[in-house]
């Protein structure tokens, strides 16, 4: 008989700040219990274990509301970069200013108003 979600949930809101601040051997240590206790597989024990929340913000304009999720951090080994963060900050500036439309919408919106944007 295992333990219900609520259970697991709570088990794993006691766990989660252990194993994130133990060493190596202690978070092995740490996972064998977890997965005896909640009867998770080793690997999603750690997915669950090492997940940390992500705020977001949410913005209200005409179209309605928009969740927005902070940025993440480019990878250190990334040799090869396509845009320099400013190209980025400008594409994120002009996304914005034509509420947040996907890709296939927004370029042809950029190409009509290129006169405007590159000023």
């Known amino acids: 008989m295992g333990l219900?979600?609520?259970?697991?949930?709570?088990?794993?809101?006691?766990?989660r700040p252990r194993y994130q601040k133990a060493t190596k051997k202690e978070k092995r240590t740490l996972l064998d219990?977890?997965?005896?206790?909640?009867?998770?597989?080793r690997k999603s024990a750690v997915?669950?274990?090492?997940?940390k929340p992500v705020r977001e913000l949410t913005v209200y304009g005409r179209g309605g509301a928009v969740?927005?999720?902070?940025?993440?951090?480019?990878?250190?080994?990334?040799?090869?970069r396509v845009y320099t963060d400013g190209v980025i900050a400008s594409l994120r500036l002009v996304w914005t200013f034509f509420w947040y439309k996907c890709g296939k919408i927004l370029a042809p919106l950029?190409?009509?108003?290129?006169?405007?944007?590159?000023q």
């Open 110 to 118: 950029m190409r009509q108003q290129m006169a405007y944007i590159a």
């Open 47 to 51: 997915r669950v274990l090492r997940y």
């Open 33 to 41: 219990e977890f997965t005896r206790l909640t009867g998770y597989h």
């Open 4 to 15: 219900s979600m609520k259970e697991k949930q709570a088990v794993t809101r006691e766990y």
């Open 67 to 80: 969740k927005l999720k902070p940025e993440k951090s480019r990878p250190a080994n990334r040799t090869k």
